[in-house]
């Protein structure tokens, strides 16, 4: 027998979805225009190999979040990618360096860094066991049993 979502819960996994193919796309978009992204990257670390990384873990972790038996451990991944990545940000804002697709100003790059807290905050909603999130359930199918 199937639940009805709540309104808090069909929009808590509207976003999730939202969440999913965004990182699915941006991170499509850092195979197609890598060149772009690299000059994010601050130099300690290998431009193109790190965004490919990155592109490669987006894709993954907009992947698992959509997929309730590793949606947990998909959260926890964009938690991590987004805490890895804020320094290509911080590096971008410092450097005021112009990136094709993204309106090309200063003020606009600093207000880009807190919305990384917001981007965790968002793959934290989802770090709850697939099976405590009625939800989450609800898109896996009625009566799905998961690893407890």
């Not at 698992?64 to 959260?75: E, F, K, M, N, Y």
């Amino acid at each position: 027998m199937s639940k009805t979502l709540h309104n808090g819960d069909r929009r808590k996994e509207i976003l999730r979805g939202v969440l999913a193919v965004s990182m699915i796309i941006v991170g499509i978009t850092h195979f197609l225009r890598p060149e772009q992204y690299a000059r994010m990257v601050p130099p300690p670390f290998p431009p193109l190999v790190s965004v490919y990384l990155s592109g490669f873990f987006e894709i993954l972790g907009g992947i698992g979040l959509a997929i309730p038996l590793v949606s947990v451990a998909a959260a926890w991944g964009l938690i991590s990618l987004f805490i890895a990545v804020f320094p290509a940000n911080i590096y971008m804002t410092l450097h005021n360096i112009k990136i094709e697709g993204i309106p090309h100003s200063q003020i606009l790059y600093l207000a880009r860094l807190p919305f990384q807290a917001v981007l965790i905050a968002w793959a934290y909603w989802y770090t709850r066991r697939p099976d405590t999130q009625s939800a989450a359930s609800e898109i896996a199918g009625s009566n799905t049993n998961f690893i407890k």
